[in-house]
C-alpha cells in the first residue's frame, strides 16, 4: 500500500522518488517504509511554507504559543506510544526514550521563556524619538536531524522557529523516517495552519534539494560535522541566509585526584556510553594521570563497562544501553576498534558485535597512550579511549588536541584545578564532576571549532530563529531646534 509520508501545505502524500526503509536494528526487521521527495516535491514545500509565512507571523506570538502548547499537551498525551516508536527505530530502550518525550515537551515551556528573554521587545526614550528593538522571523526556514535524538534535536529548531514566526520545512533523518511522521501528525491534531510545518522525508538526494533551494532564508542543522562543513560550504556564498550548525566531538574527560572513586566512575559511564555511545556530548578520550588512585578507577571502570546491560528496548528489565542506530553503524565501531589497535592501541574491554545482522556492541574501553598520532575522529558509539598523562599541563594540551569543541569535563577534587582547567580548555559545554552527556535546554548548547558556527542552540536558539529590527519612532515628525549647517528653511 501508498504510504503517504510526506507533509506538503497540509495534505499527507506519498513521495516520487526511491522506496527506503526504517530498520529496527534491535530485531532487524523494516519498521516503515516509504518513499523519498523528489525536487518538485520539496519545491512545493518550500512554497507552502512561503504563502504560509506572512500569515502565521501576524498571528501573534500568543495564538502561535498557543499551539505550540496544545502540541506539547498531545506529546504527553501520546508519550508511551511515541516512545515505542524511537525505540523500534533507534534501539535505545524505552527508558530512555521516555526521557526524549520528556526533554520534547519541555522545549514548549523553554522556548518561550527564551523567546522573551533573548528576542522580546524594548525601548528607551531619547531626546529625539523612542529607540525601539524588536525581533523578527527570518521567513522560511529549513530542519535537518539527525538520527541519534529523531525527536527532540529536530524540535529543538522547530519549536523555537514557530514561536518567532518561521515557517519550516522539515527534513529528518532517513534512518528515522517515522518518529517524524509521527511527531507532524501530532502537530496538525494541535492545529497549526496547512504550510506552517512541512515535511519531506527521504535520503540524502532530498536533503540536498531542500538544502540548495532558493527560497529558504535560514538552514537550522544537527548533525555529523561532515555534512554540516558541506553546507557551510553551500552557503558561503550566501551571506543573507542563516546557516546553524550543531556537529559533532571529540570530546575529552580528564581525571585528576577524585574522593570519591565510584563516584566518578559513574561519571565517566554516562559519558561514555549512555546511548551505546551515540550523543555528539559523549566522551571519546579519558585522560588518567600515572597515580595509584587512577588504576584503581580504571580498574573499577573496567569492572563496571563489563556489566553493563546492553539488550532489547523493550525488555521487561531495561538495560542500559540497547542497540545502536544500525547493523552497519556497529560494525563501523568494530572496525574503528581495529584501526586504534592496528596503530598500537591496546584493548581493556573488547568491543564486540555478537550478531552482524544486528545493531548490538558490547561498550568497549582502548588504552592509547602508546599511540604516536591519535586519530582526530568522532567515533560515534560506545569506545572509549583511554590515555595516561605524565602532568597537567600535558593533560590540558592533549586534551585541546582536537579540531571539535563540544564537550569536555574534569573530575578533580581541586577548586584551582577546576579554575585552570574552565579557563585553558576549548569547548562550549565545560563540566565539573558531572557526566558530559545530558546537557540542560534551558542554558545555550553548542560547540567551537569543527563542532559548530558559533550559533548556539537550546536556550540561544532563540537568537537564530530571529533578527533584530532597530526602529527610532515618534508620532509626528518634528522640526529639530537647531538645523544642521547649510540648510535653509
Ligand atoms: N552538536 C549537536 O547538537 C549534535 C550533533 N550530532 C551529530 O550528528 C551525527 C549523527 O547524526 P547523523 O544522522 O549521522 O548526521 P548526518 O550528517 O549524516 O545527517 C544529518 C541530516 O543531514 C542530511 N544530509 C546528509 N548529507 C546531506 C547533504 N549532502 N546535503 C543535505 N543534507 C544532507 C541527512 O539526510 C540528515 O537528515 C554525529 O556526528 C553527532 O555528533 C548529533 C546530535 C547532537
Ligand atoms: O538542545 C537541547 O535542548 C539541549 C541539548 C541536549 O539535549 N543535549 C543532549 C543530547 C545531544 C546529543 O548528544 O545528541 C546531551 O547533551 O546529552
Not at 508519550?79 to 525505540?87: D, G, M
Not at 545502536?324 to 584493548?347: F, H, P, R, T, Y
Not at 568497549?364 to 575522529?377: A, K, M, N, R
Not at 557526566?435 to 550559533?455: D, E, M
Amino acid at each position: 500500500m501508498e504510504h503517504l509520508n510526506q507533509f506538503i501545505n497540509g495534505q499527507w502524500l506519498s513521495g516520487e522518488g526511491e522506496t527506503f526503509d526504517s530498520i529496527d536494528p534491535a530485531k532487524n526487521v523494516s519498521v516503515w517504509q516509504g518513499n523519498s521527495a523528489v525536487v518538485s516535491q520539496v519545491d512545493k514545500a518550500v512554497t507552502a511554507a512561503r504563502e504560509s509565512q506572512f500569515a502565521w507571523y501576524m498571528s501573534g506570538v500568543e495564538a502561535r504559543l498557543a499551539i505550540i502548547k496544545k502540541f506539547a499537551a498531545l506529546l504527553e498525551e501520546n508519550k508511551e506510544a511515541l516512545a515505542l516508536v524511537i525505540a523500534q527505530e533507534t534501539g535505545k530502550p524505552l527508558w530512555e526514550t521516555r526521557t526524549e518525550i520528556a526533554a520534547m515537551m519541555g522545549k514548549a515551556a523553554i522556548s518561550e521563556k527564551a523567546y522573551f528573554e533573548r528576542t522580546g521587545e524594548s525601548s528607551s526614550e531619547l531626546p529625539i524619538a523612542t529607540a525601539v528593538l524588536r525581533h523578527k522571523p527570518h521567513g522560511v526556514v529549513a530542519v535537518f536531524g539527525p538520527y541519534n535524538f529523531p525527536g527532540h534535536l529536530p524540535n529543538g529548531h522547530i519549536i523555537p522557529a514557530l514561536i518567532a514566526g518561521n515557517t519550516v520545512v522539515l527534513k529528518p533523518s532517513e534512518l528515522t523516517p517515522y518518529t517524524s511522521e509521527k511527531v507532524v501528525q501530532l502537530w496538525q491534531q494541535a492545529g497549526l495552519p496547512e504550510g506552517v510545518l512541512n515535511l519531506v522525508q527521504g535520503e540524502v538526494e532530498t536533503g540536498k534539494a531542500l538544502a540548495s533551494h532558493p527560497g529558504i532564508d535560514g538552514l537550522f542543522f544537527t548533525g555529523s560535522s561532515n555534512t554540516g562543513h558541506v553546507l557551510h560550504q553551500q552557503f558561503a556564498s550566501q551571506p543573507d541566509k542563516i546557516l546553524a550548525l550543531e556537529m559533532g566531538g571529540n570530546n575529552p574527560l580528564v581525571v585528576a585526584e577524585v574522593d570519591d572513586v565510584d563516584a566518578a566512575v559513574h561519571d565517566i559511564v554516562q559519558s561514555a556510553f549512555i546511548s551505546a555511545g551515540q550523543r555528539c556530548t559523549c566522551a571519546r578520550r579519558l585522560y588518567l594521570p600515572k597515580t595509584d588512585q587512577a588504576e584503581q578507577i580504571l580498574s573499577r571502570l573496567v569492572t563496571v563497562t563489563k556489566a553493563i546491560e546492553v539488550g532489547d528496548y523493550d525488555a521487561e528489565q531495561q538495560p542500559f544501553i540497547g542497540a545502536m542506530i544500525s547493523a552497519k553503524a556497529a560494525a563501523g565501531m568494530v572496525a574503528a576498534q581495529d584501526k586504534l589497535k592496528a596503530l598500537g592501541g591496546e584493548s581493556l574491554v573488547e568491543l564486540e558485535q555478537a550478531d552482524v545482522s544486528k545493531g548490538f556492541v558490547s561498550p568497549g574501553i582502548i588504552e592509547v597512550s602508546e599511540v604516536g598520532e591519535l586519530p582526530d575522529e568522532e567515533y560515534f558509539g560506545p569506545l572509549l579511549q583511554v590515555v595516561r598523562y605524565d602532568d597537567w599541563d600535558s593533560a590540558i594540551a592533549q586534551a585541546n588536541n582536537t579540531r571539535y569543541g563540544l564537550s569536555a569535563g574534569l573530575l578533580s577534587n581541586e577548586p584551582a584545578k577546576w579554575e585552570n582547567f574552565r579557563h585553558r580548555i576549548r569547548a562550549g559545554i565545560v563540566n565539573w564532576n558531572r557526566s558530559i552527556t545530558g546537557a540542560s535546554s534551558a542554558a545555550p548548547f553548542g560547540g567551537v571549532g569543527a563542532s559548530g558556527n558559533h550559533r548556539a542552540s537550546a536556550k540561544y536558539a532563540a537568537d537564530y530563529c530571529a533578527y533584530p529590527v532597530a526602529s527610532m519612532e515618534g508620532e509626528t515628525s518634528v522640526m529639530p531646534a537647531t538645523l544642521s549647517p547649510g540648510l535653509h528653511f
